[in-house]
């Protein structure tokens, strides 16, 4: 946070307003990676004041995240609406422009959308909905991200054993965990460590669910 204050401050005393609107939208990223989902929103809006072609990719990010917070903060209505509003960006194809400091930094636009939309449908536990945008995002992703491949297994988890659906939870969370082994994900690691155990205490008999536990 404090590189981000001082990038920020630089920014508007340069009156680079895109820059600044790019460290806006990097500190709601901080405040959903901390799950302040209130704190997100507020940085994430603030991301979108400048209404310039320059700024459309960053409003775009910006506004996945103004839905993650309120997804974190259990807003349903609030975060379906900024997830329409970044859909409509995309679909209008932003330009990318010269300097754009979102360049290189985050995968392709229609991507971004549906893992941020997935993540929201977990968050407001819509198991069905985050099945379905999970599996969408994992049949979409690279081959080469196999670290990422392995975070959105166990969130897809997560998302079966909302819908009552513990073998399969066991099946891709194994996979997930083969993979974090595999790239030294301590992220996913920590992830399955926290939703698997709590996720299965209705089946603490299921026999998959007993090996994955205890591996």
Same mark, same amino acid.
């Given at each position: =946070?404090?590189?981000?204050?001082?990038? @920020?401050?630089?920014?508007?005393?340069? /009156?680079?307003?895109?820059?600044?609107?790019?460290?806006?939208?990097?500190? #709601?990223?901080? =405040?959903?990676?901390?799950?302040?989902?209130?704190?997100?929103?507020?940085?994430?809006?603030?991301?979108?004041?400048?209404?310039? *072609?320059?700024?459309?990719? !960053?409003?775009?990010?910006?506004?996945?995240?103004? =839905?993650?917070?309120?997804?974190?903060?259990?807003?349903?209505? &609030?975060?379906?609406?900024?997830? /329409?509003?970044?859909?409509? !960006? !995309?679909?209008?194809? *932003?330009?990318?422009?010269?300097?754009? +400091?979102?360049? /290189?930094?985050?995968?392709?636009? $229609?991507?971004? %959308? &549906?893992?941020?939309?997935?993540?929201?449908?977990?968050?407001?536990?819509?198991?069905?909905?985050?099945?379905?945008?999970? &599996?969408?995002?994992?049949?979409?992703? +690279?081959?080469?991200?196999?670290?990422?491949?392995?975070?959105?297994?166990?969130? %897809? #988890?997560?998302?079966? %054993?909302?819908? /009552?659906? $513990?073998?399969?939870?066991?099946?891709? =969370? &194994?996979?997930?965990?083969?993979?974090?082994? #595999?790239?030294?994900?301590?992220?996913?690691?920590?992830?399955?460590?926290?939703?698997? $155990?709590?996720?299965?205490?209705?089946? *603490?008999?299921? $026999?998959?669910?007993?090996? @994955?536990?205890?591996?």
């Amino acid at each position: =946070a404090q590189w981000c204050g001082q990038a @920020l401050e630089w920014a508007e005393m340069a /009156d680079d307003s895109r820059l600044a609107a790019f460290v806006r939208m990097r500190r #709601a990223a901080q =405040a959903i990676s901390s799950r302040q989902g209130d704190y997100a929103v507020r940085w994430a809006v603030a991301a979108q004041r400048e209404k310039r *072609p320059d700024h459309m990719r !960053i409003h775009a990010i910006a506004a996945l995240m103004e =839905a993650h917070g309120h997804a974190l903060s259990g807003d349903a209505s &609030n975060a379906d609406r900024a997830l /329409d509003r970044a859909t409509g !960006i !995309i679909e209008a194809r *932003p330009e990318l422009f010269d300097g754009d +400091p979102t360049s /290189d930094r985050y995968c392709e636009l $229609p991507l971004y %959308l &549906n893992i941020s939309r997935a993540k929201c449908q977990l968050e407001l536990g819509r198991g069905d909905d985050a099945v379905s945008a999970f &599996n969408l995002v994992l049949e979409d992703l +690279p081959d080469d991200f196999h670290r990422d491949r392995g975070q959105y297994l166990a969130s %897809l #988890a997560s998302a079966h %054993l909302l819908v /009552d659906q $513990p073998e399969q939870a066991c099946v891709v =969370a &194994n996979e997930s965990l083969a993979i974090a082994v #595999a790239t030294g994900s301590a992220r996913t690691l920590v992830e399955l460590r926290r939703s698997m $155990p709590k996720g299965l205490t209705r089946w *603490p008999d299921l $026999p998959e669910g007993v090996a @994955l536990l205890a591996s």
